[in-house]
């Protein structure tokens, strides 16, 4: 993956959010407010709740009451190959699945049906404007060689 294909996700700006825990404290949330506090238009999609404090939640793809850009994923990682099938499913081809929440066959499954997946990434490193411990995290994998980088020489497709 490439800082182009981040930016490209980024630039949606309605995302299914697949993952919000009922439960305060969780890093989830966290991702989920500070998404919302940049002017994402979120849907949270949890099957196994209507609502989650003030916001609605979906039950599944489905239900959502409109046509989303793409899906941020922080399910459980033995949770992501089913996630990712229903995305695909509802013709959801773009998603970020959080640092920690993928799985060897959600990205198998991403790769055999051509969606454009982010993975092993922390969404909030990229979501401008980064802050706190999320630009130090930056900074230090771009050092390490961590961070995806602008491709650039590369071959015109044939």
């Not at 294909?5 to 825990?21: C, D, M, P």
């Not at 989650?52 to 939640?57: F, N, T």
């Not at 066959?105 to 991403?110: E, K, Q, T, V």
Request: net charge positive; with cysteine.
């Amino acid at each position: 993956m490439s800082q182009s294909t981040i930016r490209e996700f980024l630039g949606q700006k309605k995302l299914a959010f697949v993952g919000l825990s009922r439960f305060s404290g969780k890093f989830s949330r966290t991702v989920y407010a500070m998404l919302k506090e940049r002017g994402y238009i979120l849907y949270p999609i949890n099957p196994h709740t209507d609502r989650i404090g003030d916001e609605k939640c979906y039950r599944s793809f489905e239900e959502l009451p409109e046509k989303v850009d793409g899906a941020v994923v922080m399910a459980p990682s033995f949770k992501a190959a089913q996630v990712v099938r229903e995305a695909n499913e509802a013709g959801v081809l773009r998603l970020w699945i959080q640092q920690g929440a993928e799985s060897e066959a959600a990205l198998r499954y991403c790769e055999s049906h051509g969606m454009s997946v982010i993975h092993g990434q922390c969404i909030l490193m990229f979501a401008e404007p980064v802050q706190s411990y999320h630009k130090l995290h930056r900074w230090v994998w771009k050092v390490i060689g961590k961070c995806p980088v602008e491709q650039t020489n590369v071959p015109p497709a044939n």
